[in-house]
Nanobody, 124 residues
Framework: QVRLVESGGGLVQAGGSLRLSCAAS????????MGWFRQAPGQAREFLAA????????SYADSVKGRFTISRDNAKNTAYLQMNSLKPDDTAVYYC?????????????????WGQGTQVTVSS
């Protein structure tokens, strides 16, 4: 079992930046692929980004490509989502995810492990 805890959310102005962190515990963190989803009020949960267990391979949704960067530090058991050029449409609860299968990270129904979520609010 893996436990994931997000932090770093908050309220920012449009055009600003935030870095979200996801601290992992339980099974060996380095053996799991990691990702991020978000969910806006009344909306479906949306895939954002994924990173392979070794940190070499990354994937991004078109909506955030070029603005968001996923990374990880296996020595710290932590994954990150750097968010730049934030827009009001980015307002959502952001969730960290983990899974032994990289392809599962793009499908909410297949993801094994979820964090509790952290709120990101972008004002105009």
């Amino acid at each position: 079992q893996v436990r994931l805890v997000e932090s770093g959310g908050g309220l920012v102005q449009a055009g600003g930046s935030l870095r979200l962190s996801c601290a992992a515990s339980g099974r060996t963190f380095s053996g799991y692929h990691m990702g991020w989803f978000r969910q806006a009020p009344g909306q479906a949960r949306e895939f954002l980004a994924a990173i392979s267990s070794n940190g070499i391979t990354t994937s991004y949704a078109d909506s955030v490509k070029g603005r968001f960067t996923i990374s990880r530090d296996n020595a710290k058991n932590t994954a990150y989502l750097q968010m730049n050029s934030l827009k009001p449409d980015d307002t959502a609860v952001y969730y960290c995810t983990g899974d032994p299968y990289y392809s599962d990270l793009k499908m909410a129904g297949r993801v094994d492990y979820w964090g509790q979520g952290t709120q990101v609010t972008v004002s105009s």
